[in-house]
Each structure stands twice: as C-alpha cells, then as structure tokens.
C-alpha cells in the first residue's frame, strides 16, 4: 500500500479563499481523522470519522471548516473563507477500528494563506 | 483542559547519551499509550506503545516505562544518534470503542549532538 496519500502538498492562497484539502487513507482502514499543526498550538485534532461518518468535529475552530468522507477512499477538509491564522500543515491519518493508537499520517499539506 | 503533559520541552543530548522524555496524562479511561516520533517535514510515525498492564516495553534502543499509579509514563532512547533527533509526541487512547481517539501531548524536540 502507498500509505496515506494528500493533496495538494503545499497549497498557497490569498485570504477569502476557499481551500480544499485532499485525503485518501490507507486502504481496509476504519477511522480517519483530519489534524493541525503550528508551533504555537502543537497538534490539534480537528474531526474524524468511523466508516465514513463523522464521530466528533469538536475540534472543528469555527464554521468556516468543513470536512467530508463520501466513501471510504477519499475525504476533504474544506476552509471558506480562508484566513491568515489557518495558515499551518494540515494532516490526515488513519487507523484499523481497534488500533487507534496506530495512526498512519500522511506528509500533510502545509497551507500559508495571505 | 490538556489531558496529557510532556516534559521537558527540549532536549539536548550528546551522541552516545541517554535521552528521557516524561509524560503524564489525567484520563484513567487510556487503555493505550503510544509514542510518535517526528522528522521535519513529515508526518508523524509510530515509535513504540504500551498498554498499562505492562510495566516496560523495550524495542532496539527505545524502551517505554509505565507507571500506572502516578499516570505517568517515559521514553528512554538508549545510546542516542544524530539520527535520533526528531520531534517525539507522547500520546494516549482508548484502544477501541465509541469515541477511540488519540490525545497527543505538544511534543518535544530532541536534538543529539554529533
């Protein structure tokens, strides 16, 4: 298996945009989870899903996120509109159903919004 | 509220030496403790983890000791290389069920010097 695959790698955008953020998980695996990392905040875990349904978005910031899983090949984190603060590398992860403690993460998307 | 607190922040170590990174968590629910190892520019990976009925986990130079009493467990990295130096995040989990998440402490970056 190529492992957890994201798209695009870097993604570059003015502030108001809209961004969308690409995942496919490892391929048998039963949880995805979406995370972000800064230097100031460490790595946060923004939403995950069980078997393509979302479990918890609690860590969603605000309104202006929103994620997706409509099979379980693919998922997209949204952001619209986009601001300078989401800037950070955005990761996805997946896990077999009972080894949550094993995520495999994908390189991330580092995402700089001006 | 932080669930799991890592200590130190940083870490400087001379090649050869031993590298020990703590961690405390608060939730008693864990049932796993993993740890993740980060290089720059990566996704972070699974290093080694324990369950708390085992006392210590030893793999090649990296050994995970739990306390189960105190809610605190470590990582010792024996005869530490430049190729050591990483990012290390501790880490805690139910292993499975509703709500199986992973709740990461904010990391700590080691940095063996040759």
Known sequence: DAGVIQSPRHEVTEMGQ???LRCKPISGHDYLFWY?????RGLE????FNNNVPIDDSGMPEDRFSA???NASFST?????SEPRDS???FCASSLWDRVYEQYFGPGTRLTVT | QQQVKQSPQSLIVQKGGISIINCAYENTAFDYFPWYQQFPGKGPALLIAIRPDVSEKKEGRFTISFNKSAKQFSLHIMDSQPGDSATY???ASRRTGANSKLTFGKGITLSVRP
């Open chain 1, 18 to 20: 809209e961004v969308t």
């Open chain 1, 36 to 40: 972000r990392q800064t230097m100031m």
């Open chain 1, 45 to 48: 875990l923004l939403i995950y």
């Open chain 1, 68 to 70: 997706k899983m409509p």
């Open chain 1, 77 to 81: 984190l949204k952001i619209q509109p």
């Open chain 1, 88 to 90: 950070a590398v955005y």
């Open chain 2, 89 to 91: 995040f501790c880490a």
